[in-house]
């Protein structure tokens, strides 16, 4: 019922910026949490960022002032600002969304909590 497409990967030099975007279609972007995963060759899915169903923001802490999740409802989309981007940011970026209503005001960085998946977006950041 719910889609999310992410875009916006690509291949960037360190110290970059780079802004990943997730446009859902289906039901009202409104009632769901949003979170971003990543996952890096060889390596676990791991939690990058999330935003509650009202837009409480959280973070890793290894992208803690780095990073700034945002999301635009009547627009539909949710998006994820990459600033400074380092080689260990280089990872496949996920796009993942939940309506459990405990996502009122919080959210998690546990992919098992999500229900809807993106296709996931290349991210390179090399010299």
């Known amino acids: 019922q719910l889609q999310l497409v992410e875009s916006g990967g690509g291949l960037v030099q360190p110290g970059g910026s780079l802004r990943l975007s997730c446009a859902s279609s289906?039901?009202?972007?409104?009632?769901?949490?949003i979170a971003w995963f990543r996952q890096a060759p060889g390596k676990e899915r791991e939690g990058v960022s999330c935003?509650?169903?009202?837009?409480?923001?959280f973070y890793a802490d290894s992208v803690q002032g780095r990073f700034i999740i945002s999301r635009d409802n009547t627009k539909k989309t949710a998006s994820l600002q990459m600033n400074n981007l380092k080689p260990e940011d280089t990872a496949d970026y996920y796009c993942?969304?939940?309506?459990?209503?405990?996502?009122?005001?919080?959210?998690?960085?546990?992919?098992?909590?999500?229900?809807?998946w993106g296709q996931g977006t290349q991210v390179t950041v090399s010299s």
């Open positions: 993942a969304a939940d309506r459990d209503p405990k996502f009122q005001a919080m959210c998690v960085m546990t992919d098992d909590e999500y229900v809807y």
């Open positions: 289906g039901f009202d972007l409104d009632v769901y949490a």
């Open positions: 935003i509650s169903i009202n837009g409480s923001t």
